[in-house]
T-cell receptor, first 114, second 110 residues
Framework: DAGVTQSPTHLIKTRGQQVTLRCSPK?????VSWYQQALGQGPQFIFQ???????QRGNFPDRFSGHQFPNYSSELNVNALLLGDSALYLC?????????????FGSGTRLTVV | GIQVEQSPPDLILQEGANSTLRCNFS?????LQWFHQNPWGQLINLFY???GTKQNGRLSATTVATERYSLLYISSSQTTDSGVYFC????????????FGQGTELSVKP
């Protein structure tokens, strides 16, 4: 039973470029959430997708957008990259939006903006 | 505001020692999770524990919801226990958003 898979594992982009990160949830999970983890910090919630809609959003600018597909997989897009966007981006999946049954995290995508 | 605070921020142990990590949260929680972040960045779920006590091998966790804290116990520590431990709270009034503490970095020396 595959867990949460994310791609790519590492990425280097230039300031001002755009990036797309991908996530496939754990089998049986229909909800995907994205988190940003800066070096030495705890993960920060970006947004959550359920039934192909953004259900909840954290304190991130509109440059961060996402999408969920009918097979529950998800993409995170970041436009006009800033140096401060360099971080580990984590995807988490869960059965349902409440999170009551817990979240399973992927290994993350490490984004470096130069 | 809504917060999750972990202590201590850093901990150095000799192999075989026991340790207790603490997580304080500021409001009623729908769920509380403990994670171990491995060197490659993956968050490994250790416990979902909104209340009560659970044990899994050398690890156990207790959450006292009425007093708004959770404890993670590691017994007979091994070098492979090294890494960062996070607790994350799911508050009733915050929807499905997990709020993480700043983590406890544990280093177990041989």
């Amino acid at each position: 039973d595959a867990g949460v898979t994310q791609s790519p594992t590492h990425l280097i982009k230039t300031r001002g470029q755009q990036v797309t990160l991908r996530c496939s949830p754990k089998s049986g999970h229909d909800t995907v959430s994205w988190y940003q983890q800066a070096l030495g910090q705890g993960p920060q919630f970006i947004f959550q997708y359920y039934e192909e809609e953004e259900r909840q959003r954290g304190n991130f600018p509109d440059r961060f957008s996402g999408h969920q597909f009918p097979n529950y997989s998800s993409e995170l897009n970041v436009n006009a990259l800033l140096l401060g966007d360099s971080a580990l981006y984590l995807c988490a999946s869960s059965p349902g939006v409440s999170g009551h049954y817990g979240y399973t995290f992927g290994s993350g995508t490490r984004l470096t903006v130069v | 505001g809504i917060q999750v605070e972990q202590s201590p921020p850093d901990l150095i142990l000799q192999e075989g020692a026991n340790s207790t990590l603490r997580c304080n949260f500021s409001d009623s929680v729908n769920n509380l999770q403990w994670f171990h972040q491995n060197p490659w960045g993956q968050l490994i779920n250790l416990f979902y524990i909104p209340s009560g006590t659970k044990q899994n091998g050398r690890l156990s966790a207790t959450t006292v919801a009425t007093e708004r804290y959770s404890l993670l116990y590691i017994s007979s520590s091994q070098t492979t226990d090294s890494g960062v431990y996070f607790c994350a709270a799911l508050y009733y009034n915050q929807g499905g958003k997990l709020i993480f503490g700043q983590g406890t970095e544990l280093s177990v020396k041989p």
